[in-house]
């Protein structure tokens, strides 16, 4: 399975295609953090949103590099479940990348401002929750980056529409006033808490959003698996 993982990574990186998303959201980051300076916190809660639609997208791109045949022969060679495992493996080896330069990005542009209220969250704990929100974010955008893949859909087009629909669809249900917000990973929910309150979120708070954005990275990577046994 490594061998397998290793050429996912290699191809991905050769063929060019890693740069697409990658350059996109480090502009879109640019953006946001280059015209003002913000608290940790309040940097990190963006960032984890606008990160979403990225990696997913980056997610489905590394799954779709290899042709249809190749995919069915390491299928054969592995067997479905260690062949898929490598590739999801692989889509979150370049996702912790992404998110590191993130995590980066509002610090090399000083975009960054020091707590200097007495109420605001200590620095480390505005780093720690800021982190904490781009990691529940990252298996939920590899499971959608997953059900939008060609292994899944069979089509460029169905794949993008999967895509799109998914990325706004887990946006607008996340809001907090969304009644169907259990349905949706827990994106604007995180990005809220990283963002406040001034005196620190709550451990109950973060433990209940850490479990939703599992449930459904797990609910997701099942459909997922369905779709592949069912497809050659």
């Not at 998303?21 to 980051?29: C, E, K, V």
């Not at 190749?70 to 479905?80: F, K, M, N, T």
């Not at 370049?94 to 998110?99: I, P, R």
């Not at 249900?173 to 406040?196: D, E, I, K, V």
């Amino acid at each position: 399975m490594i061998p397998l993982l290793l050429m996912r990574l290699t191809g991905f990186v050769r063929t060019g295609r890693a740069l697409a998303p990658l350059l996109a959201g480090l502009l879109i980051l640019g953006v946001l953090n280059g015209g003002g300076r913000s608290q940790a916190g309040e940097a990190y809660a963006v960032s984890s949103v606008v990160l979403f639609p990225v990696l997913a997208w980056q997610a489905k791109l590394l799954l779709d590099i290899e042709p249809d045949v190749q995919r069915r022969l390491a299928v054969v060679s592995l067997g479905r479940r260690r062949e898929a495992a490598a590739g999801l493996l692989a889509a979150v080896l370049v996702g912790l990348v992404t998110v590191l330069l993130a995590l980066s990005v509002p610090w090399l542009l000083g975009g960054v401002r020091m707590p200097y209220r007495a109420a605001d969250a200590p620095l480390g704990v505005q780093l720690a929750v800021g982190g904490w929100a781009h990691l529940i974010t990252l298996p939920a955008a590899v499971a959608l980056g997953a059900l939008a893949s060609r292994a899944a859909t069979r089509s460029v087009t169905y794949g993008l529409a999967v895509l799109a629909s998914g990325v706004v669809g887990a946006i607008v249900l996340s809001l907090p006033a969304s009644p169907l917000a259990w349905l949706a990973p827990p994106l604007m929910s995180a990005a809220r808490l990283a963002a406040g309150p001034a005196g620190g979120p709550d451990a109950a708070r973060v433990v209940l959003l850490s479990v939703q954005a599992v449930i459904w990275a797990t609910a997701a990577l099942t459909g997922y698996a369905a779709l592949r046994r069912h497809r050659p």
